[in-house]
């Protein structure tokens, strides 16, 4: 079973936009950083974006930087990923992850918690 639970993905034009929603089950604990992962078919899992637990870090992928916002929505213990300006190369699977113990966001083995992910498509 997934400790986080993501939604938001599916079909989008190029230049469009998605928002992706991440919440964490009632069995992750001790969450400091959520962060969005994405793996392409043929690809190694790919670092998105991270925001700490206060949300006063943030971290960006250069591929996404400028294109996409993290946020976290503390009354609905939601972590929030906009990506706007789509293209067809952002087409994966996107995953979220929550660490207790984080030092390096963008590796994946730094993560204690993963949802199951869900597909991102973007049509050229």
């Known amino acids: 079973q997934a400790h986080m639970v993501e939604s938001g993905g599916g079909l989008v034009r190029s230049g469009g936009s998605l928002r992706l929603s991440c919440v964490p089950s009632?069995?992750?604990?001790?969450?400091?950083?959520t962060s969005w992962f994405r793996q392409a078919p043929g690809k190694e899992r790919e670092f998105v974006a991270g925001i700490s637990y206060k949300g006063g870090n943030i971290y960006y992928a250069d591929s996404v930087k400028g294109r996409s916002i993290i946020s976290r929505d503390f009354a609905k213990n939601t972590v929030f990923l906009q990506m706007t300006s789509l293209k067809p190369e952002d087409t994966a699977v996107y995953s979220c992850a929550g660490g207790s113990i984080v030092d390096v966001p963008s590796s994946p083995d730094e993560y204690e918690y993963w949802g199951q992910g869900i597909q991102v498509t973007v049509s050229s």
């Open positions: 009632a069995r992750a604990h001790g969450i400091r950083l």
